[in-house]
C-alpha cells in the first residue's frame, strides 16, 4: 500500500498542486496558535505539554480514521485516505515554482528579476548579492525544501506504515518541523509569542525527529551524485556540527555535485535550528564553505537531477519492498 500510495500521490500533486492558501495549512496554523494561547505558560515542562498537544494529536486523529477505513470498509479506501494525507504533506509543487521562476530569470540574465524571486520566496535582504551567490542560496533552500517536503515525510511515512500506522509519520514529519519553524517566526511578535521554552522544545524535537531523515537523504545523494566526494563531505561537517542536520544535507549535496555551499547554511548555532542562507552575506570564508567549484546556473539543473534520481531510487526500494512482501 504504501509504495502505491507515495505514487499516487506524486503523480496527483504534479498535475494538480495544492494551493499556497488553503484550508488545511490555514487550519494547522490556527491549530498552532491555539495551543500556544491555551498551554504555554513560560515553563519548561509546559513547553513539552504543548509541543506534545500540536505534533501528537493530529497523527492520532490520522491513525485513527486510517484503521477504521481498513477495518470497517477494507484496504482501497484505507489507501485512498493515504493517498489524500500524503497529498497535503509530500510533494514538490509546494515549493518548486519559486526555484523554477529563479532559475529561468537567472538563465535569460535577468539577475534583479532573481533577486526579486528569491527575496519573495525567502523573505531576506538581496538587493546587493552578486549573481553567484544567488545561486548558491538557491541551491541551499530548494535542497532543504526538497528534504523536508519529499525525502523527510517519505522516510517516517515508510517507518511508520510498514509497522501498520498508515500515513502517521508523513504528519508527525510535517508538524514537527511546522511548529518549530513557526513558533521560531512568531517568537518576534508582541502579541502573545511563544515561549523560550516552547521554542527551545520545538527546536530539540525537531533536531531529533530529522536526524535519521536528514542522513538518509545525504545517502540518498551520494548514491545518484559523487559517491566519495558526498560521503566525505558529510563526514567532515558531521565531525564539526554533530546535530546539524541541515548542515548534513547540503554538505552530501556540494559534494555530490561538485559545488561550493556553506556559510550560514553550514554554521551551527546555539539552542537554534539552522536556517540555510538566511543572512546573506556574500562575504563567506573558505573555513566556513564546502569545497567544490563556484556556484554557477548549470547547477540548478544539476540539482534538480539529483534530487530526482533520488526519488527514482525511493521509488525502486519501496516497489522491490513491496514486491518482497507480497511473494513472502
Not at 496554523?29 to 495551543?35: D, E, K, M, P, Y
Not at 546587493?128 to 541551499?140: A, G, K, M, N, T
Amino acid at each position: 500500500m504504501s509504495f502505491f500510495a507515495i505514487l499516487f500521490a506524486l503523480l496527483i500533486e504534479q498535475a494538480r498542486p495544492l494551493a499556497r492558501s488553503n484550508p488545511i495549512h490555514a487550519g494547522l496554523r490556527a491549530w498552532a496558535v491555539s495551543v500556544n494561547r491555551n498551554f504555554d505558560a513560560g515553563q519548561s515542562h509546559h513547553g513539552w505539554v504543548a509541543w506534545g498537544l500540536a505534533v501528537l494529536v493530529p497523527p492520532l486523529v490520522v491513525l485513527a480514521v486510517h484503521l477504521a477505513l481498513l477495518h470497517w470498509l477494507g484496504w482501497p479506501f484505507a489507501l485512498v485516505w493515504n493517498v489524500a494525507v500524503l497529498y497535503v504533506t509530500l510533494g514538490f509543487r509546494q515549493f518548486s515554482h519559486h526555484f523554477t521562476g529563479i532559475r529561468d530569470a537567472l538563465e535569460e540574465g535577468d539577475a534583479a528579476d532573481a533577486r526579486a524571486r528569491l527575496a519573495q520566496w525567502k523573505q531576506v535582504e538581496v538587493s546587493e548579492l552578486p549573481r553567484s551567490e544567488i545561486v548558491r542560496h538557491v541551491i541551499e533552500y530548494s535542497v532543504i525544501a526538497a528534504h523536508r517536503h519529499v525525502f523527510g515525510v517519505l522516510a517516517w511515512f515508510s517507518i511508520l506504515a510498514a509497522l501498520g500506522l498508515g500515513p502517521t509519520g508523513a504528519v508527525l514529519y510535517r508538524l514537527a518541523e511546522f511548529v518549530s519553524r513557526y513558533w521560531g517566526a512568531r517568537a518576534r511578535e508582541t502579541t502573545q509569542p511563544p515561549s523560550e521554552s516552547l521554542q527551545q522544545a520545538a527546536a530539540q524535537a525537531w533536531t531529533v525527529i530529522d536526524w535519521l531523515p536528514a542522513r538518509l537523504t545525504a545517502l540518498s545523494f551520494a548514491v545518484v551524485g559523487s559517491f566519495e566526494e558526498a560521503i566525505e563531505g558529510w563526514r567532515f561537517h558531521a565531525q564539526r556540527f554533530p546535530n546539524d542536520n541541515d548542515g548534513v544535507v547540503l554538505a552530501a549535496t556540494a559534494g555530490a555535485i561538485n559545488v561550493r555551499l556553506g556559510g550560514e547554511a553550514l554554521r551551527s548555532r546555539a539552542g537554534a535550528q539552522v536556517q540555510p542562507g538566511f543572512e546573506v552575506d556574500a562575504d563567506i570564508g573558505d573555513s566556513d564553505s564546502t569545497p567544490g567549484r563556484e556556484p554557477e546556473v548549470g547547477h540548478l539543473r544539476s540539482v534538480v537531477g539529483l534530487v530526482w534520481r533520488s526519488v527514482v531510487v525511493w521509488m525502486l526500494l519501496l516497489a522491490l519492498l513491496t514486491f518482497a512482501r507480497l511473494l513472502g
